[in-house]
């Protein structure tokens, strides 16, 4: 059982957690920094508006871009490097070497940067978006300049291991991917966690985000390679409904 968890736009300079092996180059190494070259022409206006972020974080990251792969970078595996709401709920920093071992063949992180990674693929901190066109994507957005780089390699991959892809990224990744030849080609399936809001089961991106990274970590400490078990997670309050749910589409309430 594969799963796909989302990158993250906030990204950690440095952790204390230490590895027993350096983290391992990313598939995708050259793609990404070909792309991240391309961005660092752009001055911080226009890299404002590319990456719909404020100058002062357009600035930031442009000296990322023209640092991006250099010896002075720092470089984390990419499941420490991330610090948005999944990752601060999936706390990688504190998984044993066991873990990250397990994660490391089960977990993949999609980016529109490195397409995708392995948790203990070392990784530079950067911004990038999805919808973005660059020269080297032959002025197509970056979704279709990963699809059909990443679309059989995902396929592949999780049909090595068993046929299924718990998917915990979110849907705006789906585009990195041919998804109706995934969703063809391997059996996903997809949680999801509703909150009851005076009598109403609504999505809250939060709580989404938050579930997603607890999730994770939950499968990969339980080495978890049954679908049907997902039904045991529970968290903060979202248990598992039996009438909600479907065979693709467990559904998780909080109430």
């Known amino acids: 059982m594969q799963i796909i968890l989302a990158s993250a736009k906030i990204m950690r300079e440095n952790v204390s957690r230490t590895l027993q092996v350096p983290p391992a180059t990313p598939l995708f190494q050259s793609e990404a920094e070909t792309l991240s070259s391309q961005m660092s022409v752009f001055s911080e206006q226009t890299l404002s508006e590319m990456l719909s972020c404020s100058v002062q974080i357009a600035s930031v990251n442009r000296q990322r871009y023209l640092s991006f792969g250099s010896d002075e970078t720092p470089i984390l595996p990419s499941i420490l490097a991330y610090h948005g709401q999944a990752y601060k709920h999936l706390v990688a920093e504190s998984l044993t070497d066991e873990d990250l071992e397990y994660a490391d063949t089960h977990l993949w992180v999609t980016s529109f940067m490195y397409g995708l990674l392995r948790p203990l693929n070392g990784i530079n901190n950067y911004r990038m978006e999805g919808g973005i066109k660059l020269p080297c994507t032959e002025n197509k957005t970056v979704f279709d300049f990963w699809k059909p780089l990443l679309t059989d390699l995902l396929i592949d991959s999780v049909k090595k291991d068993g046929g299924i892809l718990v998917h915990l990224s979110t849907e ?28 109403k089961l609504k999505t809250q991106a939060v709580w989404a985000k938050t579930c997603r990274g607890a999730m994770t970590r939950w499968i990969i400490t339980n080495r978890i390679d049954d679908p049907s078990m997902l039904r045991e997670f529970s968290y903060e309050g979202f248990q598992y409904s039996e009438e909600l749910s479907g065979d693709q589409s467990p559904v998780f309430v909080r109430q």
């Open 172 to 199: 705006e990744y789906q585009a990195l991917f041919d998804w109706k030849k995934v969703c063809q080609s391997v059996k996903v399936i997809q949680p999801q966690f509703l909150v009851n809001q005076k009598g």
